[in-house]
């Protein structure tokens, strides 16, 4: 089941941002290796919550997603979200 799960999820994320040529592991991260950043990010959570039933309620983007870019931004260190800790999410019913 856990092996299912993890290829519905690389499947969703690689559907969601056209990229199908990358290696996507465990530690493969949404900002960082694969280019989620700022409303994409904001979408793509937004939308694999849905599709796999996880509460977001808690979740905040500016934790893990840089914002738009612009003249004005200063970006603050983010934290890693990689697809261990989205599969955690679907395991629990919650990702925070």
């Known amino acids: 089941m856990d092996n299912e ?5 690389i499947q969703f994320i690689r559907e969601e941002i056209g990229e199908f040529n990358i290696d ?3 530690t493969t991260e949404l900002e960082n290796d ?3 950043t700022g409303d994409d990010g904001r979408d793509l959570i937004v939308k694999y ?5 996880v509460e977001i309620s808690g979740f905040v983007f500016a934790k893990y997603f840089y914002p738009e870019p612009s003249v004005f931004s ?7 979200l990689n697809i ?10 919650k990702l925070s």
């Open 5 to 9: 799960l993890k290829y519905q999820l």
């Open 24 to 26: 996507v592991t465990d």
């Open 34 to 36: 694969l280019g989620v």
């Open 49 to 53: 919550a849905s599709v796999f039933n």
């Open 74 to 80: 200063n970006f603050q260190p983010i934290s890693s």
């Open 84 to 93: 261990a800790k989205l599969l955690d999410g679907i395991r629990e019913g």
